[in-house]
């Protein structure tokens, strides 16, 4: 029995399993970024042996670009006496790409980061970030034509009923909502997915930018978007909400009930729900969109807005 015994025991002290996260092969090279409090211009990109994009690419996608003019505005902040970290400033020193998403015709879709973004007396920031970039979303309300344009009786929203793996599902109720493309603006973004989603041709002069009209009454120099975010712990996506408002027959509003819709070529299987606006609460309370958008609205109207058709 003393010899298995001597092999139990040696198996074990040798058997070494695996460590996650830690790539054998990677691939680094440097990107500019002025660092006024080590005097650097310049930090590394680590990426993961099986992550493949290049320098190029990365530094042309539009999400990063974004996040990264928006992170070096807010450290630079930092310079200033009166801010909250200035005696020992955060810095950003390294990027790792763990892995990256692409979607039709190669264009890049989604970046996994871990970056490193810490002080000089070792504390730090939480670096994990699935990097996406922005989308837009829309409140569109249908008003019967047969009230009057001024009251808010008879409003009724356009929800869709679609699949979303992420979350588990095959019938996710929200608002009409989509990524942007590379070159795409909101207010164009939002009128094709209105039209993709919903099959309603609405021109870009009739949507109303509710997070816009709420970003009015802030100060200068808030280097954030005008947009809802609604995972900032963990994603960059920023979400500006769109509104239009339109008058429509009581029996074109019921024959879009249960309405099949969406883009097949990307694989969007949709089905229109019609609600009450006064339920819209209760209908999509799971969907943070859904909320901000109603909570958008009632404000907005509340502080005598013209949130009218156009």
């Not at 990524?179 to 209105?194: H, N, P, Q, R, V």
């Not at 120099?221 to 609604?230: D, E, M, R, S």
């Not at 009930?257 to 609460?281: A, S």
């Amino acid at each position: 029995m003393k010899p298995i015994l001597r092999l139990q025991s040696l198996s074990r002290s040798i058997y070494s399993p695996p460590r996650r996260g830690i790539s054998t092969m990677t691939t680094t090279f440097t990107i500019p970024f002025d660092n006024p409090f080590n005097n650097t211009t310049s930090i590394p990109v680590i990426l993961a042996e099986t992550t493949s994009i290049s320098k190029g690419q990365l530094l042309s996608f539009p999400a990063f670009k974004t996040w990264l003019s928006s992170l070096h505005k807010s450290l630079a902040e930092q310079s200033s006496s009166t801010h909250e970290f200035h005696k020992s400033p955060y810095m950003l020193r390294k990027i790792d790409i763990q892995a990256v998403d692409y979607f039709g015709g190669g264009r890049l879709g989604f970046s996994k980061m871990k970056v490193d973004v810490s002080n000089d007396i070792g504390e730090s920031l939480p670096g994990s970030i699935l990097l996406r970039g922005g989308s837009v979303a829309m409140l569109l309300i249908l008003q019967a034509d047969d009230v009057p344009s001024t009251s808010e009786k008879d409003k009724y929203v356009i929800m869709t009923i679609q699949p979303r793996i992420p979350a588990g599902t095959l019938k996710f109720a929200e608002i009409p909502a989509g990524m942007l493309d590379d070159s795409g603006t909101f207010a164009g973004g939002a009128a094709k997915e209105i039209h993709e989603e919903t099959g309603l041709s609405i021109p870009q002069d009739e949507l109303i930018d509710m997070t816009a009209l709420a970003s009015a009454t802030e100060s200068e120099g808030n280097l954030l978007q005008k947009a809802v975010y609604p995972s900032p712990g963990g994603s960059d996506e920023f979400i500006p909400v769109f509104l239009c408002q339109k008058r429509m027959s009581r029996k074109d509003i019921e024959g879009m009930q249960g309405r099949l819709t969406g883009n097949r070529n990307e694989k969007e299987k949709i089905t229109l729900k019609i609600v009450p606006l006064e339920e819209l609460w209760r209908e999509g309370f799971r969907d943070a969109k859904t909320l901000a958008a109603w909570a958008l609205y009632e404000g907005l109207r509340r502080e005598g807005k013209d949130l009218s058709c156009r």
